[in-house]
């Protein structure tokens, strides 16, 4: 039957005979179903079944590629609503296809018209098509990448060369060609092919996919590969749209492969000559990375391999330990771990092995060591070395020497604290407080419970204390109670209570948690202080003398006696300035204000020394002038700094007139008397 035509692929495309079908892609560590590539199936009425190596090559050259394309897209999508998500769609891009700048809109079209999610599609370019102009193909495929479509390349290896397509295209996927894959098993060269290209992929940071793979032993070759994802016949045939729930259904496609674990040389993946280089660059990165010292002893105790770990605990480099014996290099260490190394030689497994030493360099302090030795035999069970892992536990055995020193201290200090710490139920019914109250009140914790703990109150405290922890149970507010409880000895004592409630994430309170302290003396000290302030402030109040105390730095009134006011004819201010009552009134004798520098209070507390007495004219608030004398003197703390001053004022303005009328009526008695001796009056 002759091969079809350019009219029969048109025909064939008006009569809607073209259509998508679906090839699982797995992944390979579960065989778990990953997504679908999208396939195109021409099935001719007459010629029936026909290859797409057959059609797609004639579609490309009648310029119908783009009508095929967008045909199968919409059947793809469109049939794509029974996948979940995160199920992707792969399908091909043709290199015709892919030099069209109209490419990313086509797609987008058609995703709408299927009611497909673009960052679910993946397309997957071949080599040739970026082969004619790499900057078109840039400029299409981050077009691509700003809908959320990946990029996938495909048949990597077979055709031109890709390492600058790789650099220079923002791929997500490299997949392994059929060809490759399908002759792993039997061809070495395929094998050292899928390795490199595989490790290409994860050095890149991609995605590698293997197609074509029909076997179990492939599967596992690849997957000791590292190779991510695959498909082919082994997971299933391309299948119509309305035969996948039938794929979905199945929870994976393939058994898990069990390689990771347990002996593989008999396995088609043991006898990979890719596989040493690959497993050897692996093993030594975790060799590396772990925070865990490792190294192998031969023998004779000769370090044969170290990772990074060990060489830095032990202050020198890598390559300073190969082929050198531990008792060389450490003879203070090896006294130590010797005897352990060479249990481990006649096959002994000996692990969680504390050890301290003191390291000579670089800083001499004491480290603890966590050793574990494992005899490592050959295939005739023979020891042909010890394992070594090293974990340095230094850090840990200060915490928890810290801790424990800690608990000592946290001890101590309750046995010591002069506060009581306490918890109690939410209702208070269950107290537990610390054996401090039992020394001070006699009481046992048990008779402290159900509300035993009134039995130590005061009765005139009682209520008091009732109302406070009942207000606190219903509302949850903290408690702050003063009262007097009953001391061992039978002494009244005052206590001050304090405690809040802890709350569960529902705010419920499900404990409270407080102290208690003896306030005793210093309720004691402060009714005395009352006391003495009270008999004080009579005594203050009582001098017929006017005193006043202010601040040094503020000038502010702390304290004055009743006198003052009635010598400054005006109330005296707690906390105003005394400015206010100099200035107001403070006079020469000649009627001028005094400068504040010349108040005898200023010139006391500037100086540091006693000023006075001094007199000076004051005018009161009613406008008269009277007479004061003041007496002022700095006040000084402990330190000798002064802190303010004190002026006693005493008001002489009767005294003052008094005598200056006696002095006049003195001068006026002189002035007759001279007047009787003079000649003139004797004529």
């Known amino acids: 039957m002759p091969s079809p035509t350019e009219h029969d692929l048109s025909q064939a495309l008006e009569r809607d005979e073209i259509s998508p079908y679906f090839q699982p892609l797995v992944e390979l560590t579960t ?13 001719h009425p007459v010629r029936g079944m026909i290859p797409p190596d057959v059609f797609i090559p004639l579609a490309e050259k009648a310029g119908l590629i783009g009508r095929l394309m967008e045909q199968i897209l919409r059947k793809a999508f469109a049939a794509a609503s029974v996948l979940p998500d ?18 990313p809109l086509q797609i987008a079209h058609a995703a709408t018209q299927g009611g497909f999610a673009l960052d679910r599609l993946i397309l997957e370019v071949t080599e040739s098509a970026l082969a004619d102009n790499l900057q078109q ?3 299409i495929s981050m077009r691509l990448k700003e809908l959320g479509i990946r990029l996938a390349l495909d048949d990597f290896g077979t055709g031109y060369s890709s390492l600058r397509h790789l650099q220079a295209l923002p791929f997500d996927e490299l997949k392994v060609d059929a060809s490759f894959v399908r002759s792993m098993d039997h061809t070495r060269e395929s094998r050292k092919i899928a390795a490199a290209i595989v490790g290409l992929g994860h050095s890149l940071g991609l995605i590698t996919v293997a197609e074509g793979i029909e076997t179990q032993a492939q599967a596992e070759m690849l997957l000791w590969l590292g190779c991510d994802c695959g498909q082919g016949w082994l997971y299933g045939r391309a299948v119509p749209a309305e035969d996948l729930p039938g794929i979905l259904a199945r929870e994976t496609l393939s058994p898990r492969i069990e390689v990771l674990a347990g002996d593989v040389s008999g396995s088609p993946a043991g006898r990979m000559e890719a596989l040493p280089a690959q497993r050897l660059a692996q093993l030594q990165a975790i060799y590396d990375g772990v925070p865990v010292g490792l190294c192998f002893l031969d023998t004779s105790m000769r370090y044969m391999s170290i990772n990074k770990r060990l060489a830095e605990m032990n202050g020198a480099p890598v390559a300073d330990h190969i082929g050198r014996r531990v008792g060389d290099l450490y003879p203070g260490m090896f006294k130590i771990v010797g005897p352990y190394i060479r249990r481990a030689l006649h096959g002994e497994s000996l692990s969680s092995i504390e050890a301290t030493y003191s390291r ?5 302090r004491s480290r603890t060591l966590l050793l574990s030795y494992e005899p490592v035999r050959d295939e005739a069970s023979e020891v042909i070395g010890v394992s070594v892992a090293v974990v340095d536990i230094s850090s840990r055995k200060l915490a928890e020497e810290a801790l424990k020193e800690s608990e000592d201290h946290y001890r101590h200090a309750v046995e010591l604290n002069p506060q009581i710490p306490w918890t109690a139920s939410p209702d208070f019914v269950e107290i537990d407080v610390s054996p401090s109250w039992q020394k001070l009140t006699g009481m046992s914790s048990e008779e402290i419970h159900n509300h035993g703990w009134v039995n130590a109150v005061h009765p005139d405290d009682m209520e008091r204390a009732r109302n406070a922890v009942g207000a606190g149970i219903e509302t949850g507010t903290p408690l702050d109670l003063e009262l007097r409880v009953r001391r061992a000895d039978g002494a009244w004592i005052w206590i001050r209570s304090r405690g809040s409630p802890r709350r569960d994430a529902e705010g419920k309170v499900v404990r409270w948690y407080g102290s208690m302290e003896d306030i005793d003396d210093r309720k004691k000290m402060a009714q005395a202080l009352i006391e003495s302030e009270a008999l004080l402030k009579a005594v203050f109040d009582a001098v017929p003398v006017g005193i006043v105390i202010t601040e040094a730095a503020t000038g502010r009134v702390v304290i004055s006696n009743p006198q003052a006011e009635k010598v400054f004819r005006r109330p005296v201010i707690m906390a105003d300035k005394i400015e206010n009552y100099r200035n107001a009134g403070a006079l ?21 020394n006693p000023v006075g007495p001094e007199e000076f004219l004051y005018r009161g608030l009613d406008g008269s002038d009277g007479w004061v004398s003041a007496t002022a003197a700095p006040v000084r703390g402990r330190d000798g700094q002064i802190l303010g001053g004190v002026v006693a004022l005493l008001d002489i303005d009767d005294l003052k007139r008094e005598r200056q009328a006696l002095l006049d009526r003195i001068s006026e008695l002189e002035r007759q008397v001279l007047g009787l001796r003079s000649p003139l009056a004797t004529e």
């Not at 995160?86 to 490419?103: G, V």
């Not at 004798?589 to 010139?603: H, I, N, Q, T, V």
């Open 360 to 364: 000579p360099v670089p800083d001499g």
């Open 31 to 43: 065989g778990k179903l990953t997504g679908f590539e999208v396939l195109a199936r021409w099935k």
């Open 588 to 608: 020469h004798p000649d009627g001028s204000p005094m400068m504040p520098s010349e108040y005898p209070l200023a010139r006391a507390i500037v100086t540091g």
């Open 86 to 103: 995160p199920l992707s769609l792969s399908a091909n891009i043709s290199a015709i296809q892919f030099r069209d700048i109209d490419l």
């Open 137 to 139: 193909a840039r400029e």
